[in-house]
């Protein structure tokens, strides 16, 4: 009785805004509200506003039958909250259905996996608790930001308590073996692996409108077929992609909309297929096998790998100097100027800085909202120097560790602020306070 | 005169040298109707008319050019393909729509068009003493203005102005029609006039033009305006400041400045480097500074205009312009009157004409990065800099200039013969 398992991927980055040399110092604006809100806008009128009815329908439609998944990064979230409350309530009326399920990332929909564990992990706390906030329920199914997946980044999630993860069901990982079954981590104790079906979900996320596609167009009852052909050779299909394909890249008038509407109905006319969510998945189908993924994979790009974001030298240099930041934010006690650091570690603005300019340079300056790779790498290094700027007048917070009471001596601790640049504290003296 | 560009629309030095002589000259009672290809909108200055070449219909002129000049004109149709299917008008009007679009048209055609035009606006205008071009794309057009008087019986000068010659420009790898047509262009001058020594010596080295053809007229920055003043930005505050400011291409060495950058940085790495313009290097410059880790030592801006160059100039501690080949270099005459100490490439016209000014070959990066730390750090050595730029620019004004230049004038008008006289059967 093989599933049909939907997760759509729902983000908006904040943008930077085209920051000048002559703000560096001046300005701590770093990003384009009003860019940001006419896309958030935009995306809601052409994606998120009609899909979440058309969604609300066929789940009313099929009590207790028709189920999908949905990851929303925080960041977009946010926005919406902001700018488009409506989408974030329209979002919560399908939560309230109880046939949809929310997914956990980063919140920041990051690459913190590559580079910072302990900041992977704190954003996935505050997305998860974000998630649990909005649509009342805790999340224990991860996804990390554009499905990147590697051993080590399985390991870090199982270890958060997640009992199931999605990524790329990657040729090249899997090699003969096939996504349509559920798989377990290389060093796995019990979390459970879905993969992505590429083919048949990007039937639908990109070749949908394709004219010069050989299958072009395509009915529901082709796409069904297809489905319906895994029936005896897997246990699920599973159909991961951006959200914004219906209505935003692929437009209502290519029939996407009409297409969904009948998918359900199509997919039910072979009668052991059922839709489930991930997790519903996850505990449904035993285990097949442990893959083992010691390379990092993504779902981006012909590569399926990390060159979207990384590998020339302004994205490399850009986020390696990101990262460099975490001490000193850190160390400010300053919230807003955490929230700022980490919206700009957002994989969007190194994906804008990508350079490679074969078949998915196109991809890249479709979603870019720069007029080159350099543009947004210029703007990062003004505004990164900002911020440089700002933890150097920022008056520092001393750390301070002060002992249980009753390990403490009589004398009062040092208080922060009194001590000077550089001077150690002995052993025993005052407490124990300690300065970076 | 016959112009390419005048500011707000130019993209570079040229626009601005014109304005500030035109300028000079005007205050010295010389009347000037200036030429531009054409005029993109209003023009905030008075002192001169400026002609839009784009407008006229010279379609007698163009026509007899176009049959003199067949080698040209093969050109033009073999570049447009369109052979003889197409009237000359149509042909002219794809040179204008050409050249407004800024397709790359071959430069004979542009140079052809141009001198087209300016031919229709010698035809129409009443009287005119001297033709005054400036830079390759306009050499054409003062030939083909002086064959129009003196069509009239007029023998009217043409003097050439050399900012910049293709050699500068992009080195042995210029594009050989420009050398062509500056070649032609200066050879067919009545008199050339050369930004400073270091192009006179190089008009004669290289296109053979005697010395004794070619005076030398410095450029200048405008006296009657000093800079708005800026607050000192934050970011001055916690860095030393080395500005790059100019096009990045070839000519100016940006390749260069990325290498200093490198080096001082290596040495001393709270100094930032700071580069504005914009070019077909730009990318590269980027991408450069990233593989040999200057991001966030290396900031980068594009073309700035109006008061943002000033308060680029007030930004920096120091101006670099490390130009592989330079006629003059104005932007070094800004830097200083904005008060920021300057170091040159020996490299260029606008060594010549300051003491008060750093000199280093462009090749030379660690001698340049001597005089880098030197200048940032060295606080009696910046002022007397700045100190002295200030007094060397008493000299340097666009009025200076024009007094100059109007002695060019009157000793090339005294050294012109009568036409003589043609006997009635020869037309």
Redesign the interface.
């Known amino acids: 009785m093989p599933s049909v398992c939907f997760y759509f991927q729902v983000h908006q980055p904040y943008r930077m805004r085209h920051y000048p040399i002559f703000d560096i110092g001046e300005s701590p604006n770093y990003f384009d509200d009003k860019a940001n809100r006419e896309i958030c806008e935009k995306v809601a009128e052409k994606c998120y506003r009609p899909t979440n009815v058309l969604m609300l329908e066929l789940i009313h439609r099929y009590p207790g039958a028709f189920k999908i998944s949905y990851s929303i990064s925080g960041v977009a979230l946010e926005q919406f909250a902001e700018y488009t409350p409506d989408v974030l309530e329209s979002f919560q009326a399908l939560a309230a259905t109880g046939q949809v399920e929310f997914i956990t990332e980063t919140y920041y929909h990051s690459l913190a996996a590559l580079f910072n564990a302990g900041e992977f992990r704190e954003q996935i706390r505050k997305h998860q608790a974000t998630v649990q906030h909005y649509f009342g329920k805790k999340p224990t199914t991860f996804r990390n930001t554009e499905l990147i997946y590697s051993n080590g980044i399985a390991d870090m999630v199982e270890d958060l308590g997640f009992e199931t993860m999605l990524t790329e069901g990657v040729d090249r990982v899997l090699g003969w073996r096939s996504p349509n079954f559920v798989y377990e981590p290389w060093h796995g104790r019990g979390m459970k692996l879905l993969l992505k079906n590429y083919k048949l979900s990007d039937d639908i996320a990109f070749r949908f409108s394709q004219r010069s596609w050989k299958d072009w167009p395509l009915s529901t009852e082709k796409f069904a077929d297809w489905v319906h052909a895994i029936d005896g050779g897997g246990d699920t299909v599973n159909l991961f992609m951006d959200y914004e394909t219906f209505g935003e890249h692929q437009w209502a008038d290519t029939g996407i909309f009409d297409f969904m509407r009948a998918l359900p109905e199509a997919i039910w006319r072979h009668p052991s297929f059922n839709f489930a969510t991930p997790s519903e998945v996850a505990k449904m189908y035993p285990p097949v096998a442990k893959v083992d993924i010691p390379e990092a994979v993504s779902w981006a790009d012909e590569g399926r790998d990390l060159s979207a974001w990384l590998g020339n030298p302004m994205q490399d240099a850009s986020i390696a100097w990101v990262y460099k930041f975490e001490r000193q934010i850190k160390d400010s006690g300053d919230e807003n100027l955490l929230h700022q650091w980490r919206k700009l570690q957002t994989s969007d603005h190194f994906y804008y800085m990508c350079t490679k300019y074969w078949s998915d340079g196109d991809v890249h300056k479709y979603f870019s909202a720069y007029d080159s790779p350099h543009d947004s790498y210029v703007i990062m290094s003004n505004i990164l120097t900002d911020l440089e700027i700002r933890l150097k007048k920022s008056p520092k917070k001393v750390p301070t560790f002060t002992l249980p009471t009753e390990f403490q001596k009589k004398k009062a601790p040092v208080k922060a602020g009194t001590l000077k640049k550089g001077r150690v504290i002995k052993k025993g003296a005052a407490g124990a306070a300690t300065q970076q | 005169m016959l112009g390419w560009e005048i500011p707000p629309f130019n993209s570079g030095g040229l626009g601005t040298a014109c304005l500030g002589l035109t300028e000079g000259l005007s205050s010295q009672d010389v009347d000037i109707r200036f030429v531009v290809p054409k005029v993109f909108g209003k023009l905030p200055f008075n002192h001169m008319k400026v002609l839009s070449a784009a407008d006229y219909s010279g379609e007698s002129q163009l026509k007899a050019l176009l049959e003199r000049e067949d080698i040209q004109q093969e050109f033009i149709t073999h570049q447009l393909a369109y052979g003889a299917r197409i009237s000359l008008d149509e042909k002219k009007q794809l040179l204008v729509e050409h050249i407004n679009q800024n397709l790359p048209v071959a430069p004979h055609i542009q140079a052809t068009w141009y001198a087209q035009q300016a031919a229709a606006i010698a035809e129409q205008t009443e009287h005119f003493e001297i033709i005054h071009a400036h830079d390759w794309f306009t050499y054409y057009g003062g030939m083909a203005a002086r064959d129009v008087a003196r069509r009239k019986g007029h023998n009217v000068p043409f003097i050439a102005h050399v900012h910049a010659t293709e050699l500068d420009r992009s080195g042995e790898n210029g594009d050989p029609a420009i050398i062509a047509i500056e070649r032609t262009g200066l050879h067919a001058a009545d008199h050339v006039v050369a930004v400073s020594h270091y192009t006179k010596e190089l008009l004669h080295r290289r296109y053979n033009i005697p010395r004794a053809k070619i005076s030398v007229v410095h450029n200048g920055i405008p006296s009657h305006k000093q800079p708005e003043v800026f607050d000192i930005?934050?970011?001055k505050?916690?860095h030393k400041i080395v500005l790059f400011m100019g096009r990045m291409t070839m000519q100016k060495g940006p390749d260069y400045f990325v290498k200093l950058a490198k080096a001082v940085t290596d040495e001393d790495p709270n100094v930032?480097f700071?580069m504005?313009g914009s070019g077909d290097m730009?990318?590269r410059c980027?991408?450069e500074s990233?593989?040999i880790?200057l991001?966030?030592k290396?900031?980068?801006?594009s073309f700035l205009r109006g008061n943002?160059v000033d308060?680029?100039y007030q930004?920096a501690d120091l101006f670099v312009m490390p130009s592989v080949s330079e006629p003059f270099g104005i932007v070094a005459l800004e830097a200083m009157q904005n008060g920021t100490p300057v170091l040159v490439s020996n490299q260029s016209g606008v060594a010549e004409v300051s003491n008060n000014i750093m000199k280093v070959d462009f090749w030379d990066i660690e001698a340049m990065k001597g005089s880098v730390l030197s200048a940032l750090y060295d606080p009696n050595f910046h002022a007397a800099m700045k100190q002295g730029g200030y007094e060397d620019l008493q000299n340097l004004t666009w009025d200076h200039a024009a007094a100059k230049m109007k002695a060019v004038y009157e000793h090339v008008l005294q050294s012109m013969q009568p036409l003589q006289l043609q006997p009635a059967y020869a037309s």
């Open positions: 930005q934050e970011l505050k916690h930032r700071v504005v730009e990318k980027i991408e990233a593989r880790g991001t966030g290396m900031l980068f801006s943002s308060r680029a930004l």
